[in-house]
């Protein structure tokens, strides 16, 4: 792609592996079982989208600090 290209140019190696988009909903500190965690219903959750985050992931001793990179507006429905 031609942020890969871009990124070469900089000295930095392309991703080997092939990009997964991906929504972080939850972290946890010990690995969890998903079937003893309660179900969540995304029909139920009617909201509207109006912008959106890049966050970057910083992870310490204490956890994980999320910091917001840029913030994206979208244009509204007509």
């Known amino acids: ?23 972080t909903l939850a972290r946890f500190k010990r690995p969890q079982r998903l079937r003893e965690l309660p179900t969540l219903s995304l029909d139920l959750l009617d909201f509207v989208v109006d912008s959106f985050a890049l966050y970057r992931s910083r992870l310490g001793r204490k956890g994980s600090r999320y910091e917001v990179v840029e913030r994206f507006p979208l244009a509204s429905p007509s």
Do not use: N, Q, V
């Open 1 to 23: 792609s031609g942020l890969d290209e871009a990124m070469a140019e900089l000295g930095w190696a392309g991703e080997k592996r092939p990009f997964t988009p991906h929504l």
